[in-house]
């Protein structure tokens, strides 16, 4: 039975270089893959995906209302698909991760999703939080915080370095750090509105 998958990290910890070993490994034993890629992740050329490692590839593009169960039902109109892999996972919309589960599910592919978890403030992302509560296999891809600790939080910086705790969810660029949650300061950068007692 196919699974739905969630390999999720902090940032730079290797997620798109792990999704394109993947497709790598698939098509060495002669295996047809589809790679996803968002609209919205414009740091590269569109419809590539590419690692920090040099590592690149095409992908298929797709937008917020895009159905991803279409694209892979059509494809398997003129030739099998054994594997799906989608990038950036954390900007799927809620509909088109029930989309990929329906894939496993009545297509009988599996789904490889990447991403991150949250955002700059510890918020989960939308596609990310669905991709937790349905998928059968969650993988975390360790990455490490500047303290030695395990990174799990994703910390935006100004220009100057500095920690940015205020703005919209989105900003695509290569302005992050990976972070354990005592380094991101939770309670200082969380919009719940909770600071512990003196």
């Given at each position: ?70 694209a892979v039902r059509d494809r398997l109109q ?77 910390a935006r910086l100004d220009e100057d370095g ?22 991101f300061n939770l309670p200082a950068v969380s ?8």
């Amino acid at each position: 039975m196919a699974k739905l998958y969630f390999y999720y990290s902090a940032m730079n910890a290797g997620k798109s270089t792990t999704l394109l070993q993947s497709a790598h490994n698939y098509e060495e034993r002669g295996m047809n893959v589809m790679l996803f890629t968002p609209h919205i992740d414009d740091r590269e050329e569109p419809g590539v995906i590419s690692s920090r490692i040099g590592l690149r590839r095409p992908a298929i593009v797709f937008e917020t209302g895009d159905d991803l169960f279409v694209a892979v039902r059509d494809r398997l109109q003129d030739e099998l698909v054994h594997c799906v892999l989608v990038d950036e996972s954390q900007f799927l919309q809620p509909a088109q991760v029930l989309q990929l589960t329906l894939v496993c599910d009545r297509l009988g592919v599996p789904v490889l999703c990447y991403g991150i978890r949250t955002d700059f403030r510890g918020e989960p992302f939308p596609g990310s939080k669905y991709l937790l509560a349905w998928a059968e296999e969650l993988v975390e891809i360790k990455t490490v915080c500047r303290s030695g600790k395990k990174a799990t939080m994703n910390a935006r910086l100004d220009e100057d370095g500095n920690q940015v705790i205020t703005g919209e969810q989105i900003d695509i660029g290569h302005h992050y750090i990976a972070l354990s949650r005592s380094e991101f300061n939770l309670p200082a950068v969380s919009p719940i509105d909770y600071r512990p007692p003196e």
